[in-house]
C-alpha cells in the first residue's frame, strides 16, 4: 500500500504523532510519501517528502482537524484519493480516528479492512472556474451594513428572490459548520443535496433551502 501522511504544522502533538505514525507505517511496509511542509519539521524523512499535488498514494493520512482535511482535499483536486483524518482538532466532523486508537485503526486499514465513503463536493464558477467547495461557498457584500439582492435559481428556475448580508450554498459535509451556525439545517452527508442558506435576510419568509 502507498499512504500519503498530511499533519497541521502549528500542533506539536500533531507533529509528534505524525512522526510516530510514520515509523509505524515504514515498518509494516508501507510506501510513504509525506507532504513537503511537513517534512521540513521531521527532516529524519526528508527523503520521502512530495508535493501534495504531485502525490500519488492509495490513501492520504491527515493528522489535525477539519481544516487539515479541507486543505488537503483542495491541494489535490481531481484526483480521487481516499482521505483518512485523525482528529486532533476541537470538533472533527470529518476526522474519524480518534489519537489513541490511531495505530489499531492503521492495522485494519492495511488489512483491507475498510470502505470509502463519497462526498458532495461543490463546483464553483466567478469570471471562470474557482477550486471545488468540499464544505462551502460563501457570498457577501464587500462593504459593512450594505445588503445584497440575490436571485436563487435551481434548474434555470427562480425559487427565491430576497436582500441579505450574504448567502451561505453548503454541502451536506458542510452542513454542520457555518451554515448550521447560520440556522441552516443539518444534513447527513449520503445525501446527494445541497443547503441554500441566506446571511440575515430581510424578508420573513426567508428560510433555508435544501435541493437536489
Given at each position: ?13 500533531a507533529i509528534k504523532l505524525a512522526r510516530n ?16 511542509s511537513l517534512a521540513d519539521k521531521v527532516p ?169
Amino acid at each position: 500500500m502507498r499512504m500519503g501522511v498530511v499533519a497541521r504544522l502549528d500542533m506539536p502533538m500533531a507533529i509528534k504523532l505524525a512522526r510516530n505514525v510514520i515509523e509505524f507505517l515504514i515498518e509494516n511496509g508501507v510506501e510513504v510519501s509525506i507532504d513537503t511542509s511537513l517534512a521540513d519539521k521531521v527532516p529524519e524523512f526528508k527523503d520521502l517528502a512530495r508535493d501534495l499535488k504531485e502525490m500519488d498514494v492509495d490513501i492520504i493520512l491527515t493528522i489535525g482537524g477539519d481544516g487539515t482535511i479541507l486543505r488537503t482535499q483542495s491541494f489535490i483536486e481531481g484526483k480521487k484519493i481516499p482521505l483518512l483524518g485523525v482528529n486532533m482538532g476541537t470538533v472533527g466532523f470529518l476526522t474519524e480516528i480518534d489519537p489513541k486508537n490511531v495505530f489499531q485503526e492503521l492495522k485494519e486499514v492495511l488489512q483491507g479492512n475498510y470502505i470509502i465513503e463519497e462526498r458532495t463536493q461543490l463546483d464553483v464558477y466567478h469570471h471562470g472556474k474557482l477550486p471545488s467547495a468540499l464544505n462551502e461557498v460563501v457570498m457577501m457584500t464587500r462593504e459593512p451594513a450594505k445588503m445584497l439582492h440575490i436571485q436563487i435559481l435551481v434548474d434555470d428556475e427562480v425559487v427565491e428572490e430576497l436582500r441579505a448580508d450574504g448567502i451561505i450554498v453548503a454541502t451536506p459535509s458542510g452542513s454542520t459548520a457555518y451554515s448550521m451556525s447560520a440556522g441552516g439545517p443539518i444534513v447527513d452527508p449520503r445525501v446527494e443535496a445541497f443547503i441554500i442558506v441566506p446571511i440575515c435576510p430581510f424578508k420573513l419568509s426567508a428560510r433555508p433551502l435544501v435541493v437536489s
